[in-house]
T-cell receptor, first 112, second 114 residues
Framework: QKEVEQNSGPLSVPEGAIASLNCTYS??????FFWYRQYSGKSPELIMS??SNGDKEDGRFTAQLNKASQYVSLLIRDSQPSDSATYLC????????????WGLGTSLAVNP | DVKVTQSSRYLVKRTGEKVFLECVQD?????MFWYRQDPGLGLRLIYF???????EKGDIPEGYSVSREKKERFSLILESASTNQTSMYLC?????????????FGPGTRLTVT
């Protein structure tokens, strides 16, 4: 069974702090990894994609990938209350690249 | 920007009714997906389509069917709605051209079956 695992949280951080969200995956053949943000009652929104080992930065967001450890993380710098949401991690299914394997999400609360 | 639209944001149906959920994307994506999302269960794939008239079952296809007659449109059909199909239904699309098969979601349809 191919899985993506995330800590469900809630992760609570003060405004302005760095939020660190983590994800592990079981399919060693996965090559592409995604972070989605989902506000309550809304649909998931893609915020970062990464497929090379190392860091990828986009504004306040940094995605980190370590394929040897099968580990993906998302750092949110200068966290804002508007970042409060559930963050979903996904990995491509190596057996069928069109499909993604989804984690259950980590709930983040940024406190003013 | 990718635009994925769904026919309804909220829908209330009675047990036994046939229900149609429509999804349209405007980016010429070849792949389209239907998921349902329930608290504690995450996103579960119902069906997906990789070309017109082509479809594959996902993880939970029972009680559902799909139709893709045009590239931009993917429909989910609940043949005989039941209360355990009350859920948030999400449509997504993706393309091999992006290389990463990033999926883009519509706004979702919250379906209640009474």
């Amino acid at each position: 069974q191919k899985e993506v695992e995330q800590n469900s949280g809630p992760l609570s951080v003060p405004e302005g702090a760095i939020a660190s969200l983590n994800c592990t995956y079981s399919d060693r053949g996965s090559q592409s990894f995604f972070w989605y943000r989902q506000y309550s009652g809304k649909s998931p929104e893609l915020i970062m994609s990464i497929y090379s080992n190392g860091d990828k930065e986009d504004g306040r967001f940094t995605a980190q990938l370590n394929k040897a450890s099968q580990y993906v993380s998302l750092l949110i710098r200068d966290s804002q209350p508007s970042d409060s949401a559930t963050y979903l991690c996904a990995a491509n299914n190596a057996g069928n690249n069109r499909k993604l394997i989804w984690g259950l999400g980590t709930s983040l609360a940024v406190n003013p | 920007d990718v635009k994925v639209t769904q026919s309804s944001r909220y829908l209330v149906k009675r047990t036994g009714e046939k229900v149609f959920l429509e999804c349209v994307q405007d980016m010429d994506h070849e792949n389209m997906f239907w998921y349902r999302q329930d608290p504690g269960l995450g996103l579960r794939l119902i069906y997906f389509s990789y070309d017109v008239k082509m479809k594959e079952k996902g993880d939970i296809p029972e009680g559902y069917s799909v139709s893709r007659e045009k590239k931009e449109r993917f429909s989910l059909i609940l043949e005989s709605a039941s209360t355990n199909q009350t859920s948030m239904y999400l449509c997504a699309s993706s393309s091999r051209d992006s290389g990463l098969y990033e999926q883009y979601f519509g706004p979702g349809t919250r379906l209640t079956v009474t």
